[in-house]
């Protein structure tokens, strides 16, 4: 066991006479760590580009949701008379009447 260990150490595995598998096998080995790697900071990019993407639409929902509230308030019929009084028009004294128009049929 202890010449075994050492012979790994020494590296006797890579010159042996069946080098060529044993060169194979680490060539693969590292093809597959590579890859691996590879793989894991694509993941923790998409992971980075989520968290910002959701950071951007919660910020967009915010804005659209204030906005929103923005425009209800200046439909509103006060807000309405108040933005033409600037102007001198005011609300008229008499309400406004249903024209009815028959037709011949």
Same mark, same amino acid.
């Given at each position: 066991m202890k010449k075994g260990l050492l012979d790994i150490l020494k590296g006797?595995?890579?010159v042996s006479g069946d080098a060529p598998k044993n060169w194979m096998f680490l060539l693969?080995? +590292? &093809?597959?760590?590579?890859m691996m790697i590879s793989s894991s900071h694509n993941a923790d990019k998409k992971v980075h580009e989520i968290a910002a993407l959701s950071e951007e639409v919660r910020k967009l929902k915010s804005e &659209? &949701?204030?906005n929103r509230s923005t425009v $209800? $308030?200046? =439909?509103?019929?006060s807000s309405l008379r108040e933005s033409v009084a600037v102007e001198g028009l005011v609300t008229s =004294?008499?309400?406004? $009447? =249903?024209? =009815?128009?028959? +037709?011949d049929r």
């Open positions: 006797k595995f890579l693969f080995a +590292s &093809f597959l760590a590579a &659209f &949701f204030h $209800q $308030q200046m =439909k509103l019929e =004294k008499n309400p406004p $009447q =249903k024209i =009815k128009v028959k +037709s």
